[in-house]
């Protein structure tokens, strides 16, 4: 009987340790999701916890924009997105406010289609003499693509001649578009050029016309595994996840 019993009570111990690894909802937007695409799994595999990723712009219209589905109500243990975004969430009372967490900075690069010749970008008259050459210019629906459409093109003052042959790009990844060869250039935020194929990245746009985005996280009001979500947190916003960071062309957030 005893042995039976302490068999029962290893099953017992064994399904315990079962239940204590959670799944966590993570919702992210596309600047901060290769970092995370590499991040995550190492937080998991560390836990023994899994993530259940679910993408989304940061803003906008487009019904998968984190906001918009936080507003339906879908459940969400992490948000992880533009900081004045989640600002804006923290103020509706959607978010915890003291969970925010400052995870990356983020620049504007510009693409070309693999094997087009790469336009000069490294000053602003060079930059500015790019874009009025191309034949059409995209951009994101997300941060940097409302800083393009509603500021660079006015700060370069060439708003009259982009807004003809310049689109802004919704759900999808402009550089996508580019690869299919339309539009011409291609602007977005670095991290989210990078991971494309059929595309050349030709570089950050000039500092003196730069818009930097910060991406943040937190964790919504009502989030089923707040102490796991609070320790996925901590550890993407730590030293040692910022060779990872870096290298998918964020940048540290200064301290």
């Known amino acids: 009987m005893k042995p039976l019993i302490t068999a029962l009570a290893g099953l017992a111990l064994a399904i315990s340790g079962l239940t204590q690894a959670d799944e966590l909802n993570v919702m992210t937007s596309g600047g901060f999701t290769a ?29 998968e924009a984190i906001p918009n589905r936080l507003a339906r109500g879908e459940q969400a243990d992490v948000v992880i997105m533009v900081g004045y975004a989640l ?7 959607k978010v915890l406010p003291a969970s925010r967490v400052e995870l990356a900075d983020s ?27 191309a034949s059409s210019v995209g951009y994101s629906d997300s941060a940097s693509g409302v800083y393009v459409q509603d500021q660079l093109f006015k700060r370069l003052g060439i708003e009259p001649q982009l807004k ?36 050349t990245y030709v570089g950050k746009i000039p500092e003196a016309v730069q818009s930097v985005t910060r991406f943040a996280a937190g964790i919504p009001v ?9 320790a996925l947190l901590d550890y993407m916003a730590s030293p040692q996840a910022q060779s990872v960071v870096n290298g998918t062309g964020l940048d540290s957030v200064p301290h």
């Open 107 to 133: 620049r504007i690069g510009l693409v070309v289609k693999a094997g087009e010749p790469k336009p000069d970008i490294s000053s602003v008259e060079t930059f500015k003499q790019a874009l009025l050459k």
């Open 35 to 63: 970092a995370y695409k590499v991040l995550g799994p190492q937080f998991a595999a560390q836990h023994g916890d899994t993530l259940n990723t679910i993408l989304g712009p940061s803003m906008g219209k487009a019904a």
């Open 87 to 93: 600002d804006d969430l923290i103020k509706q009372g």
């Open 222 to 230: 009502g989030a089923a595994h707040p102490a796991e979500a609070k």
């Open 164 to 199: 003809p042959k310049a689109r802004m790009i919704e759900r999808i990844p402009v550089a996508g578009e580019v690869a299919k060869g339309n539009p011409q250039l291609g602007l977005q935020q670095v991290s989210e050029l990078l991971p494309v194929a059929g595309v």
